[in-house]
């Protein structure tokens, strides 16, 4: 069974830094992409950023180009997200999402989800 | 990266069939047959669905359907049954290794 553990959130001031991490088990996890998608509170899903199995490819949003990292160790069976100079509405629900296939070219559909860790940012 | 444009709301009574729609642009929507569906019950995290505009993963219901046209995506639930309340959400690959989300639908069983 593909279990996706989410960590890492928090209160945070506007401007600070906050890592998300994410531990994956029960499938083999060089194998797939992997994405953050977040969801602010009662609003609806935003993706944020993904990465493909090697690392080779990310993909970002606009929205947090330049200030959000993704990143992944395979040896840890984990995903990672950096985020810096973080702003109000970027409070949010953030979920570690796994992807059908390795590549992000094309990105196809996400087929297992974590239960989310919640970041927000407040003064 | 624009969302993708849904009613806020869609409801039917038990045994009905409801239709959302999925609005996007020729760069996303209309570009790829990669429109997912994800149903979202409050608390819960999402779950797909529907894949490549019409096909379901193993385990959904043949009364969810998905299909598209153009721009528009959509999602055809049959024969609705009180769990089929919930939110539902589209999503496409919009290219450069990029995916767009809709507003989500709030999908309510009369």
């Known amino acids: 069974e593909v279990q996706l553990v989410e960590s890492g959130g928090g209160l945070v001031q506007p401007g600070r830094s906050l890592r998300l991490s994410c531990e994956a088990s029960?499938?083999?996890?060089?194998?797939?992409?992997m994405h953050w998608v977040r969801q602010a509170p009662g609003k609806g899903l935003e993706w944020v950023s993904g990465?493909?199995?090697?690392?080779?490819?990310?993909g970002q949003a606009d929205s947090v180009k330049g200030r959000f990292t993704i990143s992944r160790d395979n040896a840890k069976n984990s995903l990672y997200l950096q985020m810096n100079s973080l702003r109000t509405e970027d409070t949010a629900l953030y979920y570690c999402v796994k992807d059908q296939g390795a590549w992000l070219a094309p990105i196809n559909y996400f087929d297992s989800w974590g239960q989310g860790t919640l970041v927000t940012v407040s003064s | 990266q624009s969302a993708l444009t849904q009613p806020p709301s869609a409801s039917g009574s038990p045994g009905q069939s409801v239709t959302i729609s999925c609005t996007g642009t020729s760069s996303d929507v209309g570009a790829y047959n990669y429109v997912s569906w994800y149903q979202q019950h409050p608390g819960k995290a999402p779950k797909v669905m529907i894949f490549?505009?019409?096909k379901r993963p193993s385990g959904v219901p043949h009364r969810f359907s998905g299909s598209k046209s153009g721009n528009t995506a959509s999602l055809t639930v049959s024969g609705l049954q009180a769990e089929d309340e919930a939110d539902y959400y589209c999503?496409?690959?919009?290219?450069?290794?990029?995916?767009?989300f809709g507003g989500g639908t709030k999908l309510t069983v009369l």
């Open positions: 029960g499938f083999t996890f060089d194998d797939y992409g």
């Open positions: 999503s496409s690959y919009a290219g450069s290794n990029n995916v767009v």
């Open positions: 990465i493909s199995w090697n690392t080779n490819t990310i």
């Open positions: 490549e505009v019409n």
